[in-house]
């Protein structure tokens, strides 16, 4: 039998390709954190898909669709880093970028959000390679064998890989964890009481004499880049509301903080200093390059079933043919 013989219709494959389409989406929107690149690896992923030789011979067809996905999404990544993409830094870009408060739950909305934003943004701290081993292993049940053949490395190394993104993305406990519970409480419902304008329960939260210091490029002329006193920033949150809607609790340098994110990484940080009285002291909002950078961003939570938030199909594939 020749290739062509062993080879399904075009409109068979083609159905069974749909069928498979938001597992697919769902593989790539974790490896690149916009639905917009995940469509675009998807559309790729059909492309090598459709015009692949020894179709017919593949016995898990979803499971060669997932890698070759995941393979274009990996090659994305690597172009990003080639690129040395720049964060947004102007107000007026990341403050359109902020999502509405009213977004319309979508299928797009619906898919993102069964994502935590907090969990893109630390996934982004990854290297490409990283991120493809842990998302394809610990999420979706990828093997080692197959995960190797994504990033040509042997078995080993991509196991090797996936460890070393747990150990960024889940921080060590360290000093009294109950404490850190409460300071995570306390970032949160800031965040939230920032969200809705809630000048109240900001009150509450922040200390009589606190000092808020932001880097001047992030402000409007006019507006000081240090600000002091509960009532002053608290007034002022009502400025920022929309940016506060793009913005996730995670732990910078180990301790409860926000990040403003947009298309899935970290734009802005917000670093927060509460006092021994669990009120916020201290405020220090910055984006500069260099200090995003060096910045450890981790996960507030221990983790797993957060951390994943879909478990997707084992992909074990049998007989696949090189996607080229």
């Given amino acids: 039998m020749n290739a062509t013989e062993n080879r399904p219709h075009l409109a068979e494959l083609a159905a069974r390709f749909e069928s498979d389409r938001q597992h697919l989406r769902a593989v790539a929107f974790r490896l690149l954190g916009t639905l917009a ?27 060669w669709f997932t890698t070759i996905t995941a393979h274009e999404a990996f090659d994305q ?28 739950a979508d299928e797009d909305v619906l898919l993102a959000e069964s994502v935590s934003s907090a969990v893109l943004v630390v996934l982004d701290r990854l290297s490409p390679a990283q991120r493809v081993a842990f998302v394809l292993h610990d999420v979706f049940a990828v093997p080692f ?14 196991k090797k890989l996936a460890s070393r993104a747990r150990s960024r993305l889940q921080h060590e406990p360290s000093g009294d964890p109950g404490r850190t519970a409460r300071h995570l409480e306390i970032v949160e419902a800031f965040l939230a009481a920032s969200r809705g304008g809630d000048i109240a329960t900001l009150l509450d939260l922040l200390a009589p004499g606190v000092v808020r210091r932001v ?7 006019g507006v000081p880049d240090q600000l002091g006193g509960a009532r002053a920033v608290a007034e002022e949150t009502r400025r920022f509301a929309r940016r506060a809607q793009a913005g996730v609790v995670v732990l910078i340098g180990g301790a409860p ?24 002291h201290a405020i220090d909002i910055t984006a500069d390059p260099d200090r995003l950078r060096r910045a450890v961003l981790t996960l507030p939570f221990p983790a797993h079933a957060r951390l994943i938030g879909y478990q997707g199909h084992g992909t074990r594939l049998a007989g696949a043919p090189a996607s080229g």
């Fill in 37 to 63: 690149d995940a469509d675009d690896a998807v559309q790729s992923a059909w492309l090598k898909a459709s015009s692949a030789d020894g179709v017919g011979d593949v016995g898990n067809l979803t499971g």
């Fill in 77 to 104: 990544q690597r172009a990003r880093k080639r690129r040395a993409e720049r964060p947004v830094a102007d107000v007026d870009e990341l403050d359109r970028l902020a999502p509405s408060a009213s977004a319309p």
């Fill in 145 to 158: 064998e197959t995960i190797a053949e994504v990033l040509d490395r042997s078995p080993a190394a991509a």
């Fill in 215 to 221: 880097d001047p490029m992030l402000v409007p002329a």
């Fill in 257 to 280: 903080g926000i990040a403003i994110a947009a298309r899935g990484r970290a734009q802005i940080l917000l670093q927060i200093e509460i006092g021994a009285d669990d009120r916020i």
